[in-house]
């Protein structure tokens, strides 16, 4: 079973060379360590920032430089700011080649939510509502069952949706698996001593398994 | 040039009334307009509906405003940090519409630009499509939504001078130059006001044409909302 960490490492060996990737909270900021040595990524940040560098130094921090959890951070050489209508018109033009976040559900037909619990919890959509509207590539990092021990890989969502059709692949602490374009969770690989059976039982969505699922290499 | 200065935060938002609807730039406390707030707490205007990208915290930014009730709807896109937002919306004292961020920028270039509506994809298939009209465009489905109309849009920049034009500073842009666009009375307070021909003209973020009451703001505080550091 992999911690977060595992999780952000797995993440970051589906970043490839030379794009642009936005990277939600929690989780998904982690990928940010693990992308390889060499790789030429750009990490957005929908305030307005492309070329998002590691958190300052302390005593270094600057209040007018942010990313979108509000966390203060660093450039790099070749960073640029611009304004938020800007900042989602390259997503939703979809310049940014890949999106990372966290989820509460998936649907095994892609459907995602992670916004709202009615009644419960009222923080709002931020920009995950236009992200995964546009994003060619989606990849959810969350784990695989909630605090209640129930599954949040679903045959259909229950909470509020944040956009439909849409999530590519999953990471969580037992597996990586990929939504087929007619629904369906197919089982890809396993972490690291998890068993098949488990993975099962914590998916209550249709779950795909053909032949041999190789363990994860981290 | 036309002179746009004005003496103080107090005097620039005299004329925002009760009932108003009002832009307020910034993303999180990042390059909030913190005079223009302070001025508003002051002045004690009510039943406003505050057009912002969040909430701001409880003894911050609109927090401020919310602690004393001045606010009767927010528009917004995540008020996640805000207990006494949270308090007022379940006792149902305030009214929220949540949307999604980019629509929420694009609604304010959609007003600054001149143009009624714009589509979108984001929310299509959501609570947030409820009600809208959708069209096909290309086989993907998109939401139509509407231009902002607001009565007056605060904007904080770093500098900026006496015709109004606006320089912006680091990620503190954000909401800025866009709120800055969309409003029918735009009021920027700026760190540091120059005389015209200060400012290279290819460096002005926001032309002052947009902008029709500037002034020099004051004690900035410039609070962080989530400080992260590295060791060295």
Not at chain 1, 177 to 199: D, T
Not at chain 2, 35 to 56: D, E, R
């Amino acid at each position: 079973m992999l911690d977060k960490i595992g999780i952000a490492k797995r993440i970051a060996q589906e970043i490839k060379d030379g794009t642009y990737v936005n990277l939600g909270i929690g989780i998904p900021t982690l990928v940010a360590n693990y992308i390889p040595a060499g790789f030429n990524v750009v990490l957005q940040s929908e305030n307005g920032l492309l070329g998002m560098g590691p958190f300052p130094f302390e005593g270094e921090e600057d209040p007018d430089l942010i990313n979108a959890g509000k966390q203060t951070i660093t450039t790099l050489p070749g960073s640029v700011v611009f304004d938020s209508a800007m900042s989602f018109g390259m997503i939703r033009a979809q310049k940014v080649d890949l999106t990372i976040l966290g989820a509460m559900e998936v649907s095994e037909n892609g459907d995602i939510a992670n916004w709202k619990i009615p009644g419960k919890m009222v923080k709002g959509m931020g920009g995950a509502m236009d992200l995964v509207a546009s994003a060619q590539h989606i990849i959810v990092a969350m784990q695989h069952v909630n605090k209640a021990g129930e599954s949040k890989l679903l045959p259909a969502c229950t909470l509020p949706l944040t956009g439909v059709n849409c999530v590519k692949k999953i990471v969580t602490e037992l597996a990586v698996l990929s939504i087929l374009p007619n629904g369906g969770f197919k089982l890809e690989e396993r972490a690291p001593g998890v068993s098949v059976e488990e993975i099962k039982a914590a998916t209550s969505g249709k779950l795909i398994i053909e032949g041999e699922i190789p363990e994860m290499n981290i | 040039m036309i002179n746009k200065t004005v003496s103080s935060a107090e005097v620039a938002i005299a004329d925002i009334k009760d009932g108003m609807t009002v832009l307020f730039g910034g993303f999180g406390l990042c390059g909030i307009p913190e005079n223009c707030i302070a001025a508003l707490v002051k002045q004690g205007t009510k039943n406003l509906t505050c057009i912002s990208n969040n909430a701001g915290v409880d003894d911050f930014g609109i927090g401020l405003m919310l602690h004393q009730k001045q606010v009767k709807k927010m528009i917004s896109s995540y008020v996640g940090e805000n207990a006494i937002f949270e308090q007022q919306l379940l006792s149902g004292e305030l009214e929220v519409e949540l949307i999604p961020q980019g629509t929420l920028a694009t609604r304010c270039l959609a007003a600054g630009y001149g143009m009624p509506a714009i589509f979108t994809p984001a929310g299509v298939g959501t609570e947030v499509a409820e009600g809208k009209e959708t069209r096909v465009f290309k086989g993907k489905e998109y939401l139509l939504e509407m231009a902002f109309e607001a009565d007056f849009a605060l904007v904080k920049a770093w500098k900026g001078d006496t015709a109004g034009n606006l320089i912006f500073r680091s990620t503190s842009r954000n909401f800025n130059p866009i709120m800055a666009m969309a409003g029918k009375i735009t009021i920027a307070e700026v760190e540091e006001l120059v005389e015209p021909g200060v400012l290279d003209p290819d460096q002005i973020h926001t032309p002052g044409i947009y902008v029709h009451r500037i002034f020099q703001g004051k004690n900035y505080e410039k609070r962080i909302e989530n400080r992260t550091t590295r060791s060295k």
